[in-house]
């Protein structure tokens, strides 16, 4: 029984812890979206995904390249 009890205790100490030093979100406003800020994305060609429902891999690895350079302000 202390056995036990000694094992419990030394996980929850573990747990508090670690848990404790963990961010559990990004809370300061220098990561949000500011002015002057640039997104590039790529443009590529339309791909029909094919059937939807649960558990289905779609491939979209190999898709046209139509435009590298597509920058969002």
């Not at 002057?36 to 891999?57: I, W």
Request: glycine share 6%.
């Amino acid at each position: 029984m202390n056995k036990s009890f000694f094992c419990l205790a030394v996980d929850m100490l573990f747990c508090i812890t670690v848990f404790a030093q963990t961010p559990f979100g990004i809370s300061n406003s220098e990561h949000y979206i500011q002015a002057g800020d640039s997104l590039y994305k790529y443009q590529v060609e339309y791909k029909d995904p094919g059937s939807n429902g649960r558990q289905l891999e779609w491939d979209f690895s190999h898709l046209q390249l139509i435009n590298d350079n597509y920058l969002i302000t």
